[in-house]
């Protein structure tokens, strides 16, 4: 059967997370306009720096500061190479921090679809409401 295009996009966020180098949360980002991919992005380490599965995690206050978070690596991907994100939706595996939050209302995202509500932020929850961001959760099992 078929996929709808949530499941298409979702299925592929999944297999971008494979790319994760930061074992505390395998996540995947798929910026999408248009049903077409624009970037993708996933849990990692600025290019050329150590990754977390190779020198472990840099932690602060609970957190893993080695990683950049995969919203905000398919952002930088799309800054990087002049693909605009206004209008494009967010497909991630994971429901996005606050910090990743601001970023996408910042890069013009319209709708969020995520698959888990890890560490469920009502802050960030309210921000993307307030932002009029359409807001889906949509279950995937890999």
């Known amino acids: 059967m078929r996929p709808d295009w949530d499941s298409y996009f979702m299925k592929i966020a999944y297999a971008v997370s ?9 996540v995947g980002c798929v910026l999408v306009l248009e049903k077409r991919i624009l970037t993708t992005g996933f849990n990692g ?3 050329g720096q150590p990754h977390c599965d190779e020198s472990g995690h840099l932690m602060v206050d609970g957190h893993c500061v080695r990683t950049i ?3 905000t690596n398919a952002i930088i991907q799309a800054a990087l190479h002049g693909v605009s ?12 921090c606050i910090n990743c939050t601001k970023a ?5 995202i319209v709708r969020l679809v995520y698959s ?19 807001i889906c959760q949509k279950e995937y099992t890999p």
Not at 116 to 128: C, G, H, K, P, S
């Open 18 to 26: 494979e790319r994760s180098t930061c074992d505390r949360a395998f």
């Open 45 to 47: 380490s600025p290019a």
């Open 69 to 71: 978070h995969a919203e």
């Open 85 to 96: 994100t206004k209008g494009a939706t967010c497909y991630v595996t994971h429901l996005p």
């Open 104 to 108: 996408l209302i910042n890069a013009g």
């Open 116 to 134: 888990v509500a890890y560490r469920t932020d009502e802050n960030a929850m309210n921000f993307l409401k307030t932002a009029n961001i359409e």
